[in-house]
C-alpha cells in the first residue's frame, strides 16, 4: 500500500499539531518560528521496507526538513534522529507515528519526548537496551532543545485512508458485482485492542462498500506474531475465502499495512 500513503502522508503530518507542548519548551522555543521539521516514526523492517518509507518521505522534502526514527518507540532512534534535525537547525518537531494503530507507543513516545513526565534520565553507563522481536527498545527521556507536536491517530483512524482502500479495491477488481473482499491486518495480542483494529478499520471500509458493488467486505487481523492467536485468525479467515468461492466469488485479499504482507 505504499504508494497509496504517499497521498496520505501531508495530512497525517497535520495530525502532529494535534498533541499539546510541554509549557516549559513552548516558552523556551519562543522566537523560532519557521524552524520547522519532521520526525517520522515508524516501525521498521529489512532494508527494502525501510527504503520504501524513505522513498514515502520524499513526497514533503522540499518543504519540511525530515529524518526518520525506526523502532517500537526506541529513545536511541528517537535520539539519533532528533539530533540530526536540531544539527540542521530544527527547533519545533512534528512527530508522525506511522503505526496502524492511535495507541500504537502513544503514551510510551510522549515520555520519550518530554511532552509527559515518566521517562527517566538517559544511563550514561550505556546498559543495553531491552528488545523485542529484534528491535532495540530503549526507554529514556532524550536529549534536546527542541519542542515536539505528536500525532495522535493511526492510519486505522485516519479517514483518509478508505480513499487508498478504493484505489487498492479498483486496481484488483474486474467484476465487483461478482467479488469480495478481505481486508487484512497484522493485529495485536489483546484482545480489547485487537477490536478496536478491527472496528476503525471496518469504518475505513465503509469507502469501500460505497464505492463499489462488492458481494461483501471483511475486515480480519492475523495476529501473527502469538501463535495461539494467529490459528484462530487463520481459521476465520480461511472460511471467508472458502465461503466466497462456494458462492463463485473471487476473494480479493487487500493488506492494511504501511507497506507489504508482513
Known amino acids: 500500500m ?9 495530512a497525517l503530518f497535520l495530525l502532529a499539531g ?4 510541554s509549557p516549559h519548551q513552548e516558552a523556551r522555543n519562543a522566537g523560532n518560528a519557521g524552524h520547522y521539521g519532521v520526525l517520522i516514526m515508524a516501525h521498521g523492517g529489512t532494508e527494502d521496507w525501510n527504503g520504501a518509507i524513505e522513498t514515502m518521505a ?18 536511541g532512534s528517537i535520539q539519533d534522529a532528533v539530533h540530526r534535525l536540531e544539527a540542521r537547525g530544527v527547533r519545533q518537531i512534528g512527530v508522525v507515528r506511522l503505526f496502524i494503530s492511535g495507541d500504537s507507543w502513544f503514551e510510551r513516545t510522549g515520555q520519550i519526548l518530554g511532552i509527559r513526565p515518566g521517562a527517566p534520565m538517559r544511563d550514561m553507563e550505556e546498559h543495553a537496551a531491552p528488545h523485542h522481536g529484534g528491535h532495540a527498545m530503549a ?8 519542542s515536539f507536536a505528536l500525532s495522535e491517530e493511526g492510519l486505522s483512524e485516519a479517514p483518509e485512508m478508505g480513499r ?3 484505489e487498492r479495491a479498483r486496481q484488483l477488481s474486474t ?27 471496518d ?5 469501500v462498500r460505497q464505492a463499489l458493488p462488492f458481494r461483501h467486505v471483511e475486515v480480519q487481523t492475523l495476529r501473527e ?38
Open 203 to 207: 469504518a475505513r471500509a465503509d469507502a
Open 58 to 75: 520524499d513526497q514533503i522534502r522540499d518543504e519540511y526538513t525530515v529524518e526518520m526514527a525506526f523502532g517500537m518507540a526506541d529513545a
Open 164 to 166: 487508498v482502500l478504493v
Open 2 to 10: 505504499i504508494r497509496a500513503f504517499t497521498s496520505l502522508f501531508a
Open 225 to 262: 506474531d502469538w501463535a495461539e492467536k494467529r490459528a484462530a485468525s487463520e481459521q476465520r479467515i480461511r472460511a471467508f475465502v472458502e465461503q466466497a468461492a462456494q458462492q463463485g466469488s473471487p476473494a480479493l485479499v487487500i493488506p492494511y499495512r504501511v507497506h507489504g504482507f508482513g
Open 139 to 146: 526507554f529514556w527521556r532524550i536529549d534536546t532543545v527542541s
Open 18 to 21: 494535534c498533541a499539546a507542548l
Open 175 to 201: 467484476d465487483p458485482q461478482q467479488e469480495s473482499v478481505l481486508i487484512l491486518a497484522h493485529g495485536p495480542a489483546d484482545d480489547a485492542e485487537n477490536q478496536r483494529w478491527l472496528s476503525h478499520i
